[in-house]
């Protein structure tokens, strides 16, 4: 009955499908035989039954508040069922606020662009800016991820190698040491976009576009916002994982 009541919370029932489609992704990818893949698969799979095992013990061993409360530990203000244009307020609001670091990783960002090429320049007037977009080009131009990542999501073949291109052609009079942009050479798991202390993030699912996809809201000192800037700071800092525009 208290699992019956729970999921009630529309909350719970997001938390739960989050975690349930991470498994279900991983066991796709496990199927590989590319070990590349099947790595993929295994972390995925992973954190999908530990975010499930966290979720059983919080029911089981607290109150509601409690429960609430240690779910606030690992930084989780909020759960969107998608991004970009959907929760468009959402960002504005942490934007005018922003004050130190606007930190932005995702394939060619073509949202972000159209929605906010015109206030990129007052961004860093009041904020560092980072921005990560895939590497075209990685491993190679003829087979490389974003071309993997256009059948993915069903979209043309070069449709975010184009994305990529056009932004570094709109934003090529802004870069500088306040607008900085990188080509990331990594396998892409995760969408973030941080403001500050809050940072926005979502993973990648199959025959879905980015912007579709669910997004949760965490803030600095948790948990999850910790390991994930950490990810951001360790693709931009390695050479081997990214390179200058």
């Known amino acids: ?18 975690h349930l489609i991470l498994f279900m992704l991983g066991a796709y990818f496990l ?8 790595s993929i698969g295994a972390s995925l799979m992973a954190a999908g039954i530990a975010g499930a095992v966290i979720f059983i013990y919080i029911m089981y061993s607290q109150n509601l508040s409690d429960k609430l409360e240690i779910i606030s530990r690992f ?10 244009a959907r929760i468009k307020s959402i960002y504005d609001e942490k934007l005018n606020t922003a004050r130190n670091n606007i930190d932005i990783l995702g394939f ?13 320049v007052t961004w860093k007037t009041r904020a560092k800016v980072r921005i990560l977009l895939i590497d075209p080009e990685f491993p190679t131009s003829e087979f490389s991820l974003s071309g993997l990542r256009d059948r993915e999501e069903g979209d043309q073949a070069g449709e975010i190698e184009r994305e990529v291109r056009q ?23 995760v969408n973030i976009f941080r403001v500050d202390d809050d ?11 980015s912007r579709n996809t669910p997004t ?12 994930l800037q950490s990810h951001f700071e360790v693709i931009w800092e390695d050479s081997n994982l990214s390179r200058s525009v």
């Not at 009955?1 to 989050?18: A, C, G, P, Q, T």
């Not at 199927?31 to 099947?38: A, L």
């Not at 930084?75 to 970009?84: C, K, M, P, S, Y």
Request: proline fraction near 2%.
């Open 199 to 209: 940072l926005f993030w979502g993973p990648y699912l199959m025959r879905e576009q």
């Open 75 to 84: 930084g989780i203000t909020n759960i969107f069922e998608a991004r970009a």
């Open 31 to 38: 199927r590989s035989s590319d070990i590349t893949y099947q």
């Open 108 to 120: 060619g960002l073509s949202a972000l662009r159209e929605d906010y090429l015109n206030d990129f």
């Open 216 to 227: 949760m809201l965490v803030r600095g000192g948790g948990l999850l916002f910790e390991k």
């Open 167 to 189: 932004f570094i052609e709109d934003t090529r009079d802004i870069v500088d040491d306040d607008f900085q942009i990188r080509l990331y050479r990594c396998l892409p798991s």
């Open 1 to 18: 009955m208290r699992l019956f009541e729970m999921f009630k919370d529309h909350r719970y029932v997001i938390y739960w499908l989050v």
